[in-house]
């Protein structure tokens, strides 16, 4: 809050003091429940969040939770952008996240200015409230299978030998060179399992949005369903650590880790 302060930002005691005089909100919370006890619970966006005020919705939370919250607040006047984030620490810091943004026509042209001012893509994936969600489950559920399937090689590579840059210089020019892999290798290689901004709970929390909607939707995710029990793993022995502490349970069976 100091260094929002400091940037230029008001910082405020509450929600409902965040909605006062607002035209437009940002909600970026961890979950359903966050979402909902922001705008509806003592304190929250609907004491001061004046009818016609936008709030887009920026939390990745399950697609019916998203469809349930729209129900809830029908009676608020907002309109409503359900635009769930990509793009991590690195992307919120540096205004460049991607946006999967469901929204009326109307409201995305009011929002946009305020859209553009903390992304670096936009992409309208559906006019219906939920809609951002789905389609960041689908997206989540390559994005967890990457990481295990890199902290895996990274095993892998340890026990033949290989030297950790060799493999991060070859993989990172490789078809698999994505941004995903090269901070799964990048951070396992230099040892750096906390503090990096993307804690292990986050990206176990968005796996099991992605199999509940499968779940729902009968289809089956292999591939997703062991990145979520990996990161199930990961989070039990290391529950403060952050993603690349997946890599640290195969380590630990096989007795040694990748080093730069």
């Known amino acids: 809050m100091a260094a929002f302060e400091a940037m230029g930002g008001t910082p405020c005691a509450s929600a409902a003091d965040v909605g ?3 035209e437009l909100v940002f909600l970026m919370v961890m979950n359903g429940d966050q979402a909902r006890a922001a705008t509806l619970a003592a304190g929250g966006l609907t004491e001061t969040l004046a009818p016609g005020a936008i709030l887009v919705l920026t939390a990745t939370i399950k697609p019916r939770e998203a469809r349930d919250l729209a129900k809830a607040w029908a009676g608020t006047g907002w309109r409503l952008i359900d635009s769930p984030v990509s793009g991590g620490r690195p992307g919120a810091e540096g205004g460049t996240l991607t946006l999967m943004v469901a929204a009326t026509d109307d409201t995305f ?3 946009d200015p305020a859209l553009q001012s903390i992304a670096g893509n936009i992409h309208r994936v559906g006019a219906e409230f939920g809609d951002g969600q789905t389609v960041k489950a689908c997206l989540q ?3 967890g299978s990457i990481f295990t399937g890199a902290f895996e090689a990274t095993a892998l590579a340890a026990k033949a030998g290989v030297p950790g840059q ?3 210089d070859v993989f990172s020019t490789s078809a698999a060179g994505c941004g995903i892999t090269k901070a799964a290798i990048g951070t396992v290689i230099d040892r750096t399992f906390d503090g990096t901004g993307s804690h292990i709970n986050t990206m176990h929390k968005d796996l099991t949005i992605a199999l509940d909607l499968a779940m729902e939707l009968g289809v089956p995710l292999f591939t997703a369903g ?3 029990q990996l990161f199930q793993a990961g989070r039990t022995k290391h ?3 952050d993603n690349q502490s ?3 349970i195969t380590e630990d069976i096989i007795g040694t880790g990748l080093h730069r």
Request: glycine residues 10%; without cysteine.
């Open 239 to 241: 529950p403060d650590g």
């Open 226 to 228: 062991t990145a979520m």
């Open 109 to 111: 042209t009011d929002a």
């Open 141 to 143: 559920s390559l994005i």
């Open 20 to 22: 006062t005089g607002a």
């Open 166 to 168: 060799v493999l991060y």
């Open 246 to 248: 997946v890599a640290r």
